[in-house]
């Protein structure tokens, strides 16, 4: 990503080249996410093997532990944010809703 204009230019083809694909997966439900993509391919994923990925973690501040870093590399990395962020929306499986 460069400058604003380029890396919002940048970010609209990464979203639509996600677009092209059939499932998306959040890593931060992978192991659910799985599960649901082996349903929809007809496929019995067995939980077990998979293993059990979804665990609570500090906020990514607090693992930075410096306010001054963190903010640093959020503005840096601000459209792999973006990405990441909608392609949340777009996942088989929207970690957010789950119990």
């Known amino acids: 990503w460069v400058g604003d204009e380029q890396g919002d230019e940048q970010l609209e083809e990464a979203k639509t080249l996600l677009k092209r694909f059939t499932f998306i997966i959040d890593q ?3 192991t659910d996410s799985m599960i649901h993509t082996g ?3 007809n496929l019995e994923l067995d939980r077990n093997i998979l293993g059990n990925t ?3 973690h500090d906020s990514i501040r ?3 532990a410096n306010d ?3 903010e640093y590399v ?4 601000r459209y ?3 990405l990441y962020e909608w392609a949340k929306t777009q996942s088989i499986i ?3 809703n789950l119990t």
């Open 28 to 30: 931060a439900c992978f």
């Open 80 to 82: 792999d944010i973006a």
């Open 68 to 70: 001054t870093l963190y």
């Open 54 to 56: 979804h665990h609570r």
């Open 94 to 96: 929207q970690c957010n």
């Open 62 to 64: 607090e693992r930075f």
């Open 39 to 41: 349903r929809e391919l």
């Open 74 to 77: 959020k503005h840096r990395f």
